[in-house]
């Protein structure tokens, strides 16, 4: 299985703030983080709030440990509120703005997700990047 490095995730966050600015996005933050949860790359914009680097690693853990994106999280969480209640103990939030990172056969390489926007326009930076 392939790993992602240090030059794509740096790329990924370049790449999804260049794509903040072209939707003209409020200051926000992106996280990339590898298969186990950690941190690769991480950038707030200036005139971001102080939450914003928190609450992107916390989407992308939340994508990465369950596999899927954040936006689909969010949807499972409403049918299952208890246990995503207890999840959030763990840095894990579902909500949308962080998609999974998989190589050519599907294996999860990790995530990346976004916070200073609306969870659509991070999930959409998040996508450009990638």
Same mark, same amino acid.
């Given at each position: ?6 030059? =794509? ?26 298969? !186990? ?11 971001? #709030?102080?939450?914003? $680097? ?10 990465? %440990?369950?596999?899927?994106? #954040? ?7 409403? %049918? $299952? ?6 999840? #959030? ?5 579902? =909500? ?10 599907? $294996? ?7 916070? %200073? %926007? ?5 999930? !959409? ?6």
């Amino acid at each position: 299985m392939s790993r992602l490095t240090l030059q =794509q995730a740096n790329t990924i966050v370049e790449v999804a703030l260049k794509k903040a600015r072209e939707m003209k996005v409020k200051p926000l933050a992106v996280a990339v983080i590898d298969e !186990a949860g950690h941190v690769k790359s991480l950038q707030r914009e200036d005139g971001a #709030s102080m939450l914003r $680097n928190d609450v992107a690693v916390g989407k992308a853990l939340a994508a990465v %440990g369950m596999g899927v994106a #954040s936006r689909t999280l969010l949807e499972r969480a409403k %049918g $299952n509120p208890q246990f995503f209640g207890a999840l #959030s103990s763990t840095r894990f939030i579902p =909500q949308t703005g962080a998609v999974v990172i998989k190589d050519k056969d599907g $294996n999860v390489l990790g995530a990346a997700g976004g916070s %200073g %926007g609306t969870g659509d326009e991070d999930e !959409a930076v998040c996508i450009a990047g990638i």
